[in-house]
């Protein structure tokens, strides 16, 4: 299950399932968003990205899926396994707009049970 | 392996001191990123060299100089820190402005 609060949030999935990891923006200007997953004691790592102009993204055992309309990025993993289990951001920008960097969010802590 | 190179991985001082930490990338990326993770929080920016030239600075207290010597490397130079400035520091690069961007693993800085 999924928890949000003092904490990190946390996600426990069983070996073999599939995660979904979600992520709201707020920033209508945004045009540009990354996931990274960061293991402990390294630094993020990118995963997958996605432009405004496309609604879904798929690369290997990842998808992003983007809704605009309700500010929604999420990062499905399939078959999730043990190396899966880390930190994952998502972060944001306004792609065309220099001046402005990424701004990451407050991320999910992805546990996968054996 | 990372790509972005940084040193120290840790480092101890005292509030009277002055550290560097380096950061090195030989990807020929253009743009160089300095960040700051508290313990489960995200990374905060701080500052962004773009072409060797200091692009943004989130408000960051003067105690936090950073440097850029050339296209491959990047300091940031410490002094008179404070015990709230414990935290992993990271630098990234990517090629241009608002491009994917390559982390090191950081440098576990503790202000005593």
């Known amino acids: 299950g999924e928890s949000v609060g003092l904490h990190l949030p946390t996600l426990s999935v069983q070996e073999g399932d599939n995660s979904i990891i979600n992520c709201a923006y707020s920033n209508s200007a945004s045009d540009y968003f990354i996931w990274y997953k960061q293991e402990s004691g390294k630094g993020p790592q990118f995963i997958i990205d996605?432009?405004?102009?496309?609604d879904k993204r798929q690369g290997q055992r990842v998808t992003v899926l983007l809704n605009k309309t309700v500010k929604h990025l999420s990062l499905q993993i399939a078959a999730t396994q043990p190396g899966d289990s880390a930190v994952y951001f998502c972060?944001?920008?306004?792609?065309?707009?220099?001046?402005?960097?990424?701004?990451f969010g407050p991320g999910t802590r992805l546990s996968v049970l054996p | 392996d990372t790509e972005v190179t940084q040193t120290p991985k840790h480092l101890v001082m005292g509030m009277t001191n002055k550290k560097s930490l380096k950061c090195e990338q030989h990807m020929g990326h253009r743009a160089m990123y300095w960040y700051k993770q508290k313990a489960k929080k995200p990374p905060e920016l701080m500052f962004v060299?773009?072409?060797?030239?200091?692009?943004i600075n989130e408000s960051v207290p003067s105690r936090f100089s950073p440097e850029c010597p050339n296209s491959s490397l990047l300091n940031l130079h410490l002094h008179a820190l404070q015990p709230e400035d414990s935290a992993l520091y990271l630098c990234?690069?990517?090629?241009?402005?608002?491009?994917?961007?390559?982390f090191g693993d950081g440098t576990r800085l503790s202000i005593l």
């Open positions: 990234a690069s990517s090629q241009r402005e608002n491009q994917p961007q390559h």
């Open positions: 060299y773009s072409y060797e030239k200091l692009s």
């Open positions: 972060a944001e920008t306004p792609a065309g707009n220099y001046g402005q960097n990424f701004v």
């Open positions: 996605i432009r405004s102009n496309m």
